[in-house]
């Protein structure tokens, strides 16, 4: 049977069957309008008609086509509506409120599905020879703005490449595989259990992405903090550029000059397009387990986690919540029964024993992967430094109901734009003395930036990802939108936490990429000069500058361009003049 | 008290009075006598006579000169004798036997020492400014050809970096210490002690060799299984180039575009100056072990590396040597005490009785690092790991002769050039299920290379610096030189070693670095449009070509230049037109 590839819908996260159930978290409708301020129920539900979306004229430049067309089956090149909305944008807060709105300027004119190595030469080939740009796509789950057409005035190729999906050898003595680059985490994960292998990355995106957008944005899994970074795990990859091949050896570890692995990792498509890598693997674990804590406040599981840095025992995967985040968790969870209610309310007088401050308790999930013993052995070690940091055990349960749901918290940000709440996240990563400073400068800073429009703030924070030198820190707010105003006041807001990270020392993004999103700080990033250097790298393998362009290089007015980009209501906004606001007011006003 | 700078003797490897005491060694030389098939012992003690050197007269640009006078002390430049020639080479077989000779064709012009990052920029703006190449230089102990000036026609400045040797800031609750690039091993972990911390990098180079070197060459330290490869540390870093500052954030990980990081760690000076790097450093371990262990064969040594990473026990280090690797550590041992030789005989009687068949036990030596707990925990995990495997425990005796003389083995290499024998090291690292047959191939093709210059070989290995899918692979060899060939002879032996390293796979180095040496080969390994890129990074950073000329970018002609570069006795060897062996043989006919 053929393989079909399965899109996300085009109006948010997840397959189109998919979505928020309201009634199976009923905590959640309740305390979000409560701390959102939100006073109305009456919100209309959407129906999501294809049709109604403006859709710019597909810009076909025959020749292309055809050339294609001489080596391509009819079925790996699509200008169909659906596929050109679907390879419009990513998943960020920006894609999904323009295309909601009917607003599909990112829309590449062709999307085109590669089965081969050769397959993605050829249509580079054809590219370069046309000056048609070529945006390579993985699972489209990208937040920060990787997948949008950035310019107009020549056509423009999504290259999907999840046809190419095999792991194509897996090496059960040396725990590596070589995986092509366009294989979605599920499929993935079979294949390699398949070999008792797992490779030991599950992002948040993990169902909706792909092994080479883990490896062109520097992805990281749940449980990074045991099998890396994406970027730990790459022993070779493949790169076709236009100039060519760039490969690596299969080896682990060199003195061979720069690496030039680091090249194509983070590379976001605009050198050119990862096909395969060979990953490092792992024996899948015998044992799981996902506890959860207790915290009295932020400080004391922040300080836990780094204990288990200093003794050396870092479990899988740390998610400590500070008291916002833990409020929401509780507020999502299912509801109890009349026994756990029994039992909840007997805990809860427990903390007040133990002088827990409710409103100040962080909850903190805590997974131990291993063998039996392993498991056993860690665990008690981190629980006696969690219990000397004052925390309380929650067993089980917490880490149950967070497994069961782990890949659905994209989902509540759909539910949340149906009721006019805009939500998004901003995350960084910072040195451990270093992680409450920013957090307490960035809450500020984000608070101020959502009040100034007008409207009552909801924020919170995790920590998650740890490493030796420090951790993750992970912003998630929300507001109800401004009518007439939501991308204003969304960019208002965004760019305010960003500036914070950068002003606090943190970086631009831990795991999320640059994008368009974070491209104005891309300097303050990693010098003025290292973006020359990424200019020099990108004219050398691609000359002509089909790859993805404008990707790693902000330009003079980078902070124009970011905002324009946002308000764009079709390919070169000049075309219209309005801005995205301005168009949703109108159509508003229309209704 | 200010400090003085502490170069190696020119003619060896170490401090000038510190050299391998054979009587302290009685078993070395018999052992080295019968492998080598060695019949005479009248070699002649020699005395090393600085201005019996043939030093190339100083290229001088005096406006180059005046310039770095106006911003330097009179103290921080030499153009002195013995500068030249310490600066000249590193420390490989190409470089001691030709200052043995007298051959300095390598030497810099000018030496300078910079005392901050502000005295490099100077310095690097000058050199831009009067067309000086600028080669920098740390510990000097580079045996891959890094340091040997490759061309002529202009003025040449090695930039010794060991005068900028502070920690600058030290986190402690970050795990993290902001360093100066030109600080060496001891130097580094006394200052870090102070604070309870160590980086836990121990090359066999620890001695002689300094931050920034380790930085620029992708250095792995003895204990790299447990605290990473060097490129694993840097957390942030500083590199001066001919067009600014490359600089990137103290953060323990980003998704910030490809890592810039990576652009100048193993950039091998290059692309600029490594001036600084906050490094991940490590509270010192409570306890340190290093027991011996026997491995019936060498194969049954590798299963058991390779099972403590499936189990995830992998000590701090591993060090499995080869039948003749092992012979040689035998040897190598102090004397015996009349106890110890009873024992030993004993010993022996048991391992007969368990079918231990001498000639094929192997050596491996085993550290464990970490808290008491934990290194008794680890200890037995892998000890029943090993029994498995069929060792038989040496107990603490191996580890502390290893522990005591660590740093000692480079001093055999000059006691054997002493004796007319040539030494030398070539080490890779390759996939778990591809050590054997890499380990097989390359002795046959290292044996028979030997064998065809008429000489008897004498060759070893071991397996070091395992990580999860691999580890190091490291081979010695010595032989007779063939009066008036020795170049000629080495070179054949190099090239047949190195090409297998290609032929099966492997990579090129594992941590010694590109240079000179491994140059021919580079497109093999990172493909000829990753040679490409670098050269494109090159134009970029340092448009003029000032820094490291020669650098990681093989000509047309590579093999050739390799072989002429050796034989090269002047700068520009056209100039004399002669062969190292022909200068060497002409020499020794007048003696």
Redesign the interface.
């Known amino acids: 049977m053929a393989y079909t590839p399965r899109h996300m819908k085009w109006w948010g996260w997840g397959d189109e069957d998919a979505e928020f159930n309201p009634s199976a978290h009923p905590g959640f409708w309740p305390y979000a309008k409560e701390a959102l301020e939100i006073e109305r129920d009456d919100f209309r539900v959407r129906e999501w008609n294809l049709e109604s979306i403006e859709l710019p004229e597909a810009f076909h430049d025959e020749k292309f086509v055809s050339r294609l067309r001489s080596f391509l089956d009819p079925g790996q090149i699509s200008d169909d509506r659906k596929e050109r909305v679907i390879h419009a944008y990513g998943k960020g807060f920006r894609d999904l409120f323009r295309l909601r709105r009917g607003l599909a300027a990112g829309a590449p004119d062709l999307v085109a599905y590669p089965k081969s190595e050769r397959d993605v030469c050829l249509i580079l080939r054809a590219a370069i020879e046309r000056d048609v740009a070529v945006i390579p796509f993985g699972g489209g789950s990208n937040i920060s703005g990787c997948l949008e057409r950035m310019e107009t005035g020549r056509m423009v190729v999504s290259l999907d490449m999840r046809r190419m999906r095999r792991v194509l050898e897996v090496?059960t003595?040396?725990?590596?595989a070589r995986i092509e680059a366009g294989v979605f985490g599920p499929d993935l994960e079979a294949q390699l259990n398949a070999h008792g292998m797992t490779l030991g990355h599950f992002p948040d995106s993990f169902l909706h992405s792909t092994l080479g957008g883990w490896i062109a944005?520097?992805?990281?899994g749940m449980q990074s903090d045991k099998y890396g970074?994406i970027?730990d795990m790459v022993?070779a990859l493949r790169m076709v550029?236009p100039?060519?091949?760039?490969?690596?050896?299969?080896?682990?570890?060199?003195?061979?000059?720069?690496?030039?692995k680091?090249?194509?990792?983070?590379?976001?498509g605009t050198f050119g397009v990862i096909t395969e890598a060979t990953m490092?693997v792992?024996?899948r674990p015998q044992r799981r387990a996902v506890p959860g804590y207790l915290f009295p406040e932020f400080e004391a599981g922040i300080e836990a986690m780094?204990e288990c840095?200093?003794?050396?025992c870092m479990p899988a995967m740390v998610r400590l919540n500070d008291p916002d985040k833990t409020a929401l968790s509780m507020a999502f969870r299912p509801p109890s029964s009349g026994v756990s209610k029994i039992a909840g309310s007997l805990f809860k007088g427990y903390l007040r024993a133990r002088r827990f401050s409710l409103p100040r308790a962080c909850l903190m999930l805590t997974a131990f992967e291993?063998?039996e013993a392993?498991v056993g052995?860690q665990m008690r070690q981190v629980q006696s430094i969690y219990r000397k940091c004052g925390s309380v055990s929650l067993g089980a349960s917490a880490g149950k109901s967070f497994e069961a749901s782990k890949y659905d918290f994209p989902h509540i940000r759909d539910f949340l734009l149906d009721h006019d709440v805009t939500t998004d996240v901003s995350e960084?990563?910072?040195?451990?003395?270093?992680i409450v400073p920013l957090y307490n400068g960035t809450m500020t800073v984000l608070r101020d930036a959502i009040e100034k429009s007008g409207v009552c703030p909801w924020t919170g924070c995790h920590i998650s990802?740890t490493?030796?030198?420090?951790?993750?820190v992970y912003f998630t707010f929300g507001f109800r939108q401004h009518a007439g105003g939501e991308m204003d006041q969304y960019l208002k807001v965004k760019k305010a936490v960003q500036q914070s990270f950068i002003d606090h020392?943190?970086?631009?993004?831990?795991?999320?990429?640059?994008g368009t999103e974070?491209l104005p700080w891309?300097a303050d990033?990693?010098?003025?000069?290292?973006v020359?250097?990424?200019?020099?790298?990108k004219?050398?393998?691609d000359p002509t500058n089909v790859m993805n362009p404008g990707r790693?290089q902000p330009s003079q007015n980078a902070f124009e361009d970011w905002t324009n980009l946002a308000n764009r209501t079709y390919p070169g906004s000049a075309v219209r003049g309005l801005r995205v606001d301005d168009l949703v007011a109108r159509r508003r006003n229309h209704e």
Chains 1, 2 share one sequence.
């Not at 960084?428 to 270093?434: A, C, D, E």
């Not at 490493?467 to 993750?472: H, I, M, P, T």
């Open positions: 090496d003595r040396s725990f590596t944005t520097r992805s990281a970074k970027e022993v550029t100039e060519g091949e760039l490969a690596t050896r299969t080896v682990p570890k060199s003195s061979n000059g720069i690496d030039i680091h090249l194509c990792i983070g590379s976001e490092r792992h024996t780094r840095v200093r003794q050396e291993g063998s392993a052995r960084t990563s910072t040195v451990w003395s270093n990802h490493y030796q030198s420090g951790a993750s020392g943190a970086t631009l993004s831990h795991h999320h990429a640059v974070h891309l990033e990693i010098s003025s000069l290292g020359q250097t990424i200019t020099a790298i004219r050398s393998l790693l």
